[in-house]
């Protein structure tokens, strides 16, 4: 969704800091800390390079030659391993098919708000008012904001996913068709914390694009992704996957619980809610975030993620999500010597090995269990906590108010712990 107002924005720039904007145009900064930099939020969000290919030819240098250059006779063509991988080997009709085929489907979302804008309180005191009169500035109590995004119907009743950010809170949605039908859109619902949201439209025999299975997804396939970026409608973009499973603190919106898909497939502002697609015309991501300043290099909800989510919303109105209330982080021997060596830390570690809780939230439901700053965790339910990542995991598969088992190392003993997931604290709840 593009905006006039920045997200979260700062207008000044400062060392070790990243901007992150979301592809409808807000954004957000990250701020790097010394040994605090790999921390995952766990509690306030339960989760907070690029791939090349090679040319065709191989330049290797001639040992027997005393010339630095590399001659004509040492370029030996490579055997083509990787392109018989590939959809295609020269021609690129298959983006073609697959515009073609999943076009349809993909629509733009405008929306607007109306909000108040804060004045003075000494702007409405009478005593003020005599002296100055008409020559108050003329600021309007309130203003509308309009945004677009994008979206994809994903069945023929009128459903359509979409992000979160581009339909919260707003009071009129738009969906315009490829066919240049447009439609009133009702939010079926909205979850900040994955950034999905539903939207529904009256209407039959709609277009309806095909899932994939983002869990096969590897590095190095093929990405298109279609939607309206600053207002140019239906525009195509394709590159590969990057990358798969980027937490919610690498992309730089800890408060998102999602692994994103890296894509080098361009994303811009309008881009928000729609499809990245596969070789074979199938959904397996929605674009959602862009890192500003950066090319090539944008994020995507995975499409097992998004269905999922979807069909909470449209069921219940709301997903609930299971959080503990913690701060932790990778426990590695750097990691253990900048808190050991850090007088400010109040942290001291013994164990090498498992998650370090940096922070417990008062009155989290790991604060109620016992659990403890310092508190190394090595195991989660049946799970090894090998890593943060494996214990945020294993809490998002839990069921608030469920039973989960902790088992901690304090101060070289071992702990055993019952935590009762809670439900996610949102804005909205």
């Known amino acids: 969704m593009q905006t006039k107002e920045s997200y979260l924005s700062n207008g000044s720039r400062e060392p070790n800091n990243i901007e992150y904007n979301f592809s409808d145009g807000k954004t957000a900064k990250s701020y790097n800390s010394s040994w605090q930099k790999p921390v995952t939020y766990l509690s306030l969000v339960l989760l907070g390079a690029s791939v090349s290919f090679t040319g065709s030819y191989l330049g290797s240098q001639n040992k027997a030659s005393s010339q630095p250059s590399i001659s004509q006779a040492s370029i030996v063509p490579v055997t083509p391993k990787l392109e018989a991988k590939l959809p295609i080997t020269a021609d ?120 994939g299975n983002s869990d096969n997804l590897k590095p190095g396939e093929w990405a298109i992704a279609i939607g309206n970026p600053l207002g140019l409608d239906n525009t195509v973009t394709t590159g590969i996957i990057s990358a798969t499973g980027r937490t919610s ?58 269905q999922r989510i979807a069909s909470g919303l449209v069921a219940n109105g709301k997903v609930e999500h299971p959080y503990l209330g913690v701060q932790m982080v990778d426990l590695t021997p750097e990691i253990k010597q900048r808190i050991n060596s850090d007088p400010n ?35 989660i339910g049946d799970r090894t906590a090998a890593d943060a990542k494996t214990v945020q995991q294993t809490v998002e598969d839990s069921r608030v108010g469920s039973n989960l088992q902790l088992q901690v190392r304090r101060n070289g003993q071992n702990v055993n712990l019952t935590v009762r997931p809670g439900a996610f604290p949102t804005a909205q709840q």
Do not use: C, W, Y
């Open 249 to 306: 603190s690498q992309v730089g919106v800890p408060d998102k619980r999602v692994s994103f898909i890296q894509t080098d497939a361009a994303i811009n502002p309008g881009n928000s809610g729609g499809p990245l697609l596969n070789a074979a015309g199938e959904v397996v991501g929605m674009n959602t975030a862009i890192i500003q300043g950066a090319q090539g290099i944008g994020f995507a909800i995975p499409i097992n993620t998004a």
């Open 92 to 211: 690129t009709n298959f983006v073609t098919e697959v515009v073609d085929k999943v076009g349809p489907a993909v629509v733009r979302i405008d929306s607007s708000r109306t909000v108040k804008n804060d004045m003075p309180a000494v702007f409405d005191d009478p005593f003020f008012r005599q002296f100055f009169g008409s020559q108050l500035p003329g600021v309007p109590r309130e203003r509308v904001e309009q945004g677009t995004g994008s979206g994809f119907i994903i069945n023929s009743d009128g459903q359509i996913l979409t992000n979160a950010h581009v339909v919260d809170g707003v009071d009129t949605v738009t969906v315009t068709l490829k066919d240049g039908r447009t439609f009133k859109g009702k939010v079926l619902g909205t979850d900040p914390v994955t950034d999905v949201a539903v939207v529904k439209i009256e209407a039959d025999n709609l277009p309806a694009i095909r899932m």
């Open 345 to 379: 830390s109040g942290l001291t570690v013994d164990e090498d090995n498992g998650v370090l809780v940096v922070k417990v939230m008062p009155n989290s439901p790991a604060a109620k269990a016992g659990l403890r700053a310092g508190d190394v965790i090595q195991k």
